[in-house]
């Protein structure tokens, strides 16, 4: 069963923590990329990788890092330098930048008390 | 997102064509157009794309205007399952770029 998953759905953390957030892909897919949402807000591009082991800033990077190791991996660490980390967090594949069709999992929903 | 302009909100009746009309007067010429959709609380999905010609599939229909700076996203008859926000954006060889969208109501 081929898809993008990201886990867990739900997290806490306390303030000051850094916290990882997981992306696996089992679609062989090139480009994989990270969005963060806030409420009543669009996706804003925090990093993206085209391919392994290299990887670019997005339009909001600070206090975020990424790695791309593997294909099929691109977790995003939320370090304590992000100033306001509780957010909506979603992940997304596609075959290579040309294709149209980009696959997104079902997110993560951090919350930093 | 500086690069479209879609309305904020729209209502539809159940049944009814849903036109989304979405302005993209700075696209590029190798720029397609693309079209998504987030329901509430879910990634967004791939709706269908085009560069010049109208495109058609089984989800909706596409129309691009001669000059590429608008295009209007058709959903024939749509259903309450259509309930959501849909994006509208050019993209070429670079990542996806999504602005706020327009939430679309139906109502049955």
């Known amino acids: 069963d081929g898809g993008i998953t990201q886990s867990p759905k739900y997290l806490f953390r306390k303030e000051g923590q850094n916290v990882t957030l997981s992306c696996e892909q089992n679609?062989?897919?090139?480009?994989m990329y990270w969005y963060r949402q806030d409420p009543g807000q669009g996706l804003r591009l925090i990093y993206y990788s085209q391919i392994v082991n290299d990887f670019q800033k997005g339009d909001i990077a600070e206090g975020y890092s990424v790695s791309r190791e593997k294909k099929e991996s691109f977790p995003l660490t939320v370090t304590s330098a992000q100033k306001n980390p509780t957010a909506f967090y979603l992940c997304a594949s596609r075959l290579h930048e040309r294709r149209p069709e980009a696959f997104f999992g079902q997110g993560t929903r951090l919350t930093v008390v | 997102d500086a690069k479209t302009t879609q309305p904020p909100s729209m209502d539809c009746a159940e049944g009814r064509a849903a036109n989304l009309p979405c302005n993209h007067s700075t696209i590029s010429g190798n720029e397609y157009v693309y079209w998504y959709r987030q329901i509430h609380s879910q990634g967004p999905q791939y709706i269908i794309h085009?560069?010049?010609n109208n495109e058609t599939n089984e989800m909706a229909s596409l129309i691009i205007t001669e000059d590429r700076k608008s295009s209007t996203l058709i959903l024939p008859h749509a259903t309450l399952r259509d309930t959501a926000v849909y994006y509208c954006?050019?993209?070429?060889?670079?990542?996806?770029?999504f602005g706020k969208g327009t939430r679309l109501s139906v109502i049955a």
């Open positions: 954006f050019p993209s070429g060889n670079t990542p996806l770029v």
């Open positions: 085009g560069l010049k």
């Open positions: 679609l062989n897919h090139d480009a």
